[in-house]
């Protein structure tokens, strides 16, 4: 089991991802920013539906910000949403949530539709490189897309993503009778393998949800990530395979008991076969984005050192000896692990 002790490193957007965002429609101008944000005068502990106490507080802030801040946050949902910047008359901010605990210091906000009390959140966040790399390469190679906005300022928003998270999951029902046991075990293993081709980290429990749906005669599960703040960022091989994780543990014995190791290789096959298909359809984009992660070696380089040599070691080969940065060493686990199905 491994454990991550300390804090990531703020990564700053380089100029060059700031082009590339803006060439694919995700780099807009804000009218209010993470920053403006912080400027709250008071907060109080969020808790749960059931009274348990959540890492989110909600904040509060003097009338006259609040009365300015507002408007210009149901106008990013709009841009969010629709693309148009314009306000929507009939939605309103119910509610702003500041989260202490995560690399990036979210707020959560939660705007609701007056007409019938439907409501839905997004977050906005300090921008950071690796995040907006594990978003690019999430919505460029796993079954999910993604829907983000930059502000050239440094503020990152981003939609919800709906789901049970995985602890949560794991207390009310994993234990459940009805829980279609393979299935889950079946989608745990695909997203294992979904995080260590694209070197996606710390998929501890709280770390991704377990979205269900439910089919004409059994419940499909697909686990998505919803924190990319570790996107090739540490050092060590194991911290990009998510059954390494103590939080996981309960589901990781649930794959041990339902699939056997045969079953286990024929997913992973899968799953690659259909991050080919994505990673042919947008190759040249990939390549872009892999061209700003190659020109922005800022990531300690000690950890560039042991990861190289540790997925050297694992693949059992020499290829990622001359890897110089996180974005090299991406490139070349995709091309190893993808090698045959992109031919």
């Known amino acids: 089991m491994i454990e991550i002790t300390k804090r990531k490193n703020f990564i ?4 060059e991802l700031i082009s590339y965002l803006d060439q694919f429609g995700r780099c807009h101008a804000l009218p209010t920013t993470y920053a403006e944000l912080r400027s709250f005068s008071d907060s109080y502990p969020h808790f749960d539906k059931d009274g348990n106490a ?4 909600s904040v509060m802030y003097p009338r006259e910000i609040q009365q300015e ?9 709009s841009l969010l949403r629709t693309g148009d910047l314009h306000a929507v008359p009939h939605l309103y901010v119910e509610r702003v949530d500041y989260c202490e605990f995560g690399n990036s210091r979210p707020f959560r906000i939660r705007v609701v539709n007056q007409y019938n009390d439907n409501y ?19 919505h460029l190679l796993s079954p999910n897309r993604i829907n983000y906005l930059m502000h050239r300022g ?17 207390r009310d029902y994993l234990h459940r009778p009805d829980l279609n046991r393979v299935r889950l075990a079946k989608e745990f293993v695909k997203f294992s393998e ?13 770390n991704y949800v377990v979205d269900m749906t439910p089919d004409f005669e059994e419940v499909q599960y ?7 703040d570790q996107q090739s960022y540490e050092g060590r091989k194991n911290l990009y395979l998510p059954q390494f994780f103590k939080e996981n543990n309960l589901v990781v014995q649930l794959c041990s008991a339902c699939l056997n190791f045969p079953t286990m290789k024929q997913y992973q096959e899968e799953e690659r076969s259909l991050i080919s298909r994505r990673y042919l359809s947008e190759r040249q984009r990939i390549t872009a984005l892999l061209r700003c992660m190659k020109g922005n070696p800022v990531e300690p380089f000690e950890k560039v050192i042991q990861l ?11 290829l990622f000896d001359s890897c110089k940065s996180m974005g090299d060493i991406v490139e070349k686990n995709l091309e190893i692990l993808l090698g045959r199905h992109l031919e």
């Not at 959540?54 to 507080?57: A, D, F, L, N, P």
């Not at 839905?120 to 999430?138: C, N």
């Not at 697909?222 to 990319?228: E, G, H, Q, S």
Request: glycine share 8%; net charge negative.
């Open 69 to 77: 801040i507002y408007p210009k946050l149901t106008s990013i949902y």
């Open 54 to 57: 959540t890492h989110w507080s």
């Open 12 to 15: 700053p957007v380089t100029d």
């Open 308 to 318: 190289r040599a540790e997925l050297g070691q694992y693949h059992n080969t020499h």
């Open 120 to 138: 839905d959140h997004f977050y906005v966040k300090t921008a950071d490189a690796s995040r907006v790399y594990g978003l690019e390469l999430e």
């Open 194 to 206: 979904r995080c260590f081709i694209r070197l996606l980290g710390d998929m501890r429990s709280y």
């Open 222 to 228: 697909r686990v998505r990530a919803i924190d990319f």
């Open 154 to 170: 440094g503020t990152l928003v981003e939609e919800h993503i709906a789901g049970i998270p995985g602890d949560v999951f794991m």
